[in-house]
């Protein structure tokens, strides 16, 4: 198959106090998110001056993307656009269109299989492309990149890093704590062909991180950010209330927190974690440091070019690179991820 350019695909976020209002209104229309939930989320963006953090890193992303394609020949134009927030993937698709794109691959920025990891942005890009009409350009999704070296071995640095910053005596009280982004438990049930695959996924990284840096300590995968309905059961436990418990029984003295869960250190990171965890941290007596996101590591830039590679090298099949041993797809079957569609 042959492709003519790459679209990074993202989740998108206010950049000046005012749009964060409509930004949060865009992404939980139709979500049963209740009001005084969004009234707390929009603090935690005022905090920071409205300005999510997620737009310029997808800025470097895409220059870091675009520098490395350069260097190794790659003669693709690289787009950008989002579910949320400008530049909106309509818009994109719309451009790609005027400029004669006709066949293009997405990045999307989450590394796991679940309906708002995958299927949603597969749905971003369906209904973009409906936006654009009949000659908008066909948009293939990368495959999922979970257990890439790629996205594992900048985590597993970070999370090594950020252990060199707590106080080596307390190492052997020391814990890993492995965060990702909560989901509804149904939707945690649903993922990917046969689904649990978001959770297994994630258990999977957890596994290969903590291999990687840190055998001899002991950790932990746990869930942060939940949003939704009280009523509504989420993954649990949270990331807060999973230190509670670990200071409660005694044994542990530091912690390293590592979103797995995420490619960069967005909102969802410095609010959720670096200020929250943080806080909750520190009011038990636990030393706490943050393990980094991948971002524009070279690594995790040069993966995007070998999953490009998988998709137009002959054989490219053949050049997957993974850690891990759970099951791969490239494209998803209709049924995955979406409950209602479920056999
Ligand atoms: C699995 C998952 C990822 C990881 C995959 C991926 O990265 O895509 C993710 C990422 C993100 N989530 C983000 C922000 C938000 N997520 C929300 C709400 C929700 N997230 C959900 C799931 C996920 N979310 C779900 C099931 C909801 C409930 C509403 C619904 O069913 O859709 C809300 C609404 C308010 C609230 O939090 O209640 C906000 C503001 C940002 C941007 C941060 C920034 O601005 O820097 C990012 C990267
Ligand atoms: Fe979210």
Redesign the pocket.
């Known amino acids: 198959m042959a492709y003519d350019a790459l679209v990074l695909v993202s989740?998108g976020?206010p950049e000046r106090p005012e749009d964060v209002l409509p930004f949060?209104q865009n992404?939980?229309r139709g979500?049963g998110?209740p009001p005084e939930?969004?009234a707390e989320?929009v603090e935690h963006?005022q905090h920071f001056g409205g300005v999510?953090?997620?737009n310029q890193q997808c800025r470097d992303l895409l220059a870091a993307i675009r520098a490395d394609f350069a260097a190794h020949g790659v003669d693709l134009p690289v787009y950008w656009g989002n579910r949320n927030w400008d530049p909106m993937l309509a818009d994109t698709v719309a451009r790609m269109r005027d400029d004669g794109i006709t066949t293009a691959l997405a990045l999307v920025?989450?590394a796991?299989g679940?309906y708002?990891?995958c299927r949603q942005y597969q749905e971003d890009i369906a209904k973009a492309r409906a936006a654009v009409g009949p000659a908008a350009p066909v948009i293939e999704k990368l495959r999922q990149f979970w257990d890439h070296p790629g996205f594992v071995e900048p985590h597993a640095d970070a999370v090594r890093a950020a252990l060199g910053r707590l106080d080596p005596a307390k190492r052997a009280t020391t814990r890993l704590v492995f965060t990702a982004?909560s989901?509804?438990v149904s939707?945690a049930a649903n993922a990917g062909p046969h689904g649990g695959r978001y959770t297994a996924q994630l258990a999977e990284v957890a596994r290969l991180v903590h291999a990687a840096a840190a055998p001899d300590l002991p950790y932990d995968l746990v869930w942060q950010?939940r949003?939704?309905p009280p009523q509504v059961p989420w993954l649990e436990p949270d990331v807060n209330d999973h230190l509670a418990a670990l200071a409660e029984a005694g044994t542990t003295t530091a912690v390293v927190v590592s979103p797995i869960?995420?490619v960069s250190d967005?909102?969802?990171v410095v609010w959720d974690l670096d200020t929250e965890a943080l806080a909750t941290a520190r009011q038990l007596g636990l030393d706490f440091a943050r393990a980094g996101t991948p971002g524009t590591d070279p690594r995790f830039v040069a993966m995007v070019r070998e999953l490009v590679a998988e998709r137009t090298e002959p054989g490219g099949e053949r050049l997957r690179r993974r850690l891990g041993e759970l099951p791969l797809w490239d494209t998803c079957p209709t049924v995955c991820c979406v409950p209602a569609r479920r056999p």
Do not use: K
Request: proline share 6%; hydrophobic share 35%; glycine share 12%.
């Open positions: 989740f976020g949060l992404v939980t979500r998110v939930r969004l989320v963006y999510s953090p997620i920025t989450s796991y679940g708002s990891s982004h989901v509804p939707a950010s949003s939704g869960g995420f967005h909102l969802e």
